[in-house]
């Protein structure tokens, strides 16, 4: 029987993010109104979560999952479907950071690229904590970022950085490992 609660923590979020990583730029809703490309990667920040496992469970807050964004927010609509969403039924709540010193305590951090140049400093500050980061700058793996969304032919792909990943203690599934576009082990 311990089958079936496996199935849904890692079958159900693998399936959303195979319909994200599928689905077109601009996809629409049942009302015709479009989603934007923000609201599309805040689908693929939940499902990075939902595919990460932390070294102190335990330790977590039991009603919330939260979120942080350091740097400039992407958008409004990010912001908003990001609160949207629930994380294993929790509700998530999402920060502005302006520092990794206001990094305790989040699960998940997403790096703006308005914070490119600050990048390895960031990185060097954040790697001794078990929090997952998550960018959409271009050669975030490679400076050392875990998780990196790509565009690919009007489609958004993600990179994983699987050596900083490990250096976090945190760990991913290996589902979410064989979608990704390519594994840096530096």
């Known amino acids: 029987m311990k089958f079936f609660p496996l199935l849904r923590k890692y079958l159900a979020p693998l399936l959303i993010l195979l319909l994200l990583m599928f689905a077109v730029a601009e996809p629409k809703r049942s009302s015709g ?24 469970e335990s330790q977590v807050d039991k009603e919330v999952f939260p979120i942080a964004i350091l740097g400039k ?10 609160r949207a969403l629930t994380f294993r039924g929790k509700k998530i709540t999402v920060k ?3 520092s990794t010193e206001e990094a305790k305590n989040f699960r998940l ?17 954040l790697h001794h904590q078990s929090v997952l980061t998550v960018s959409d700058m271009s ?4 400076a050392g970022g875990m998780v990196g969304m790509i565009s690919l032919q009007n489609r958004i792909g993600y990179e994983v ?11 991913l599934s290996s589902q979410m490992l064989k979608l990704a576009k390519k594994i840096y082990e530096n």
Not at 73 to 82: E, I, Q
Not at 109 to 125: A, G
């Open 73 to 82: 927010v992407p958008s409004n609509s990010f912001v908003n479907t990001l």
């Open 33 to 56: 109104e479009k989603l934007d490309e923000f609201q599309i990667k805040a689908g693929f920040v939940l499902n990075f979560a939902l595919l990460a496992e932390w070294p102190d």
């Open 161 to 171: 950085n699987r050596a900083a990943v490990r250096k976090a203690r945190l760990s």
């Open 139 to 142: 050669g975030f793996c490679e």
């Open 96 to 98: 502005h950071i302006e």
């Open 109 to 125: 951090i997403f790096i703006s690229s308005s914070e490119r140049s600050q990048l390895p400093v960031i990185l060097k500050e």
